[in-house]
């Protein structure tokens, strides 16, 4: 076997994603109704962003074209998606204002009361000690300044196709579930309890509300449940201790589907998972 017939599997973050599967998931999510959502929450004159989990410098791209004096800092621990966050922001009218550093959220690089906005997206979850994140939050920001983070409860992870598909969103939550508690004491399902964990860590919650990611959209049937397979398999990667029957169970459930329906089937499906957006100010 020559080195050309070797394949090389990609690289696979915390959250169970390659930078390519990140990247069509960030497309498939956060659009302009979303960002305009966000900027709801975001002062106009904030002059400091700090993305905490950055990954591609998804923020950067959405927010900075309106924050137009604000500069970035986004940082990940992830070497191979801040290489190809700089690409991504290079040769953008905002590029100059775009700095991109490898770091963990539980030790921030930057001064005491030195930032006016604090992101983190889809990266609390990850986290196996979030009271120590929100300490260095609070530490980070300055008096006034604002915390906005987007977290989900992927235990009401769903899938519908011209209605509800009960059979395979019970056994995507028990997937789900099983998965929660191969990760703990990271949650995949902290986004509810984020209010109360900012409070705890001396934050004043101004909102928090739940928003729901994905679309319906009219497909084939197979395609939807396709899409559903490839969800399994990377909620099983995001476990290392992954209970494999669990995940065998719930993909002979997804083929019961599809053997139930003709594959040229078509439909409005889609999958819909709802995260909280809480913001949070410091006194």
């Known amino acids: 076997m020559s080195k050309s017939d070797i394949r090389v599997e990609p690289k696979r973050g915390l959250d169970g994603l390659t930078a390519e599967e990140l990247r069509?998931?960030?497309r498939g999510w956060w659009d302009d109704l979303f960002t305009q959502f966000l900027l709801r929450w975001i002062p106009?004159?904030?002059?400091d962003v700090l993305d905490v989990g950055c990954g591609l410098a998804t923020a950067a791209h959405a927010l900075l074209p309106s924050l137009t004096g604000a500069s970035y800092l986004g940082i990940d621990a992830d070497e191979e998606r801040l290489r190809q966050a700089n690409a991504l922001v290079a040769g953008t009218p905002y590029a100059a204002r775009v700095q991109l550093q490898r770091g963990r959220a539980e030790r921030l690089p930057c001064a005491d009361e030195s930032v006016?906005?604090?992101l983190s997206s889809m990266t609390l979850q990850h986290v196996p000690d979030v009271p120590a994140?929100?300490?260095?939050?609070n530490r980070v920001?300055?008096?006034?300044?604002?915390?906005?983070?987007?977290?989900?409860?992927?235990l009401a992870n769903e899938f519908y196709f011209d209605g509800p598909l009960e059979e395979v969103n019970a056994a995507f939550r028990r997937l789900f579930a099983a998965q929660r508690e191969a990760r703990r004491p990271a949650d995949i399902a902290i986004g509810p309890a984020v209010p109360s964990i900012l409070e705890r860590a001396g934050l004043t919650v101004i909102d928090s509300r739940p928003?729901?990611?994905?679309h319906v959209s009219r497909l084939p049937v197979a395609e939807l449940l396709e899409r559903a397979r490839r969800v399994a398999a990377i909620a099983s990667a995001q476990a290392e201790r992954s209970n494999s029957a669990v995940l065998q169970e719930c993909l002979a459930t997804i083929d019961r589907a599809a053997a139930a329906a003709p594959a040229d089937r078509v439909g409005y499906g889609g999958q819909?998972?709802?995260v909280f957006v809480t913001i949070a100010q410091r006194r």
Do not use: K, M, Q
Not at 142 to 154: K, L
Not at 211 to 214: E, F, H, Q, R, S
């Open 24 to 26: 069509a998931s960030r």
């Open 44 to 47: 106009p004159d904030t002059r």
């Open 116 to 118: 006016d906005l604090i």
């Open 133 to 137: 994140v929100l300490s260095e939050v």
């Open 141 to 154: 920001l300055r008096a006034g300044g604002r915390f906005v983070g987007i977290e989900p409860n992927n």
């Open 211 to 214: 928003y729901a990611l994905g």
């Open 272 to 274: 819909v998972v709802p």
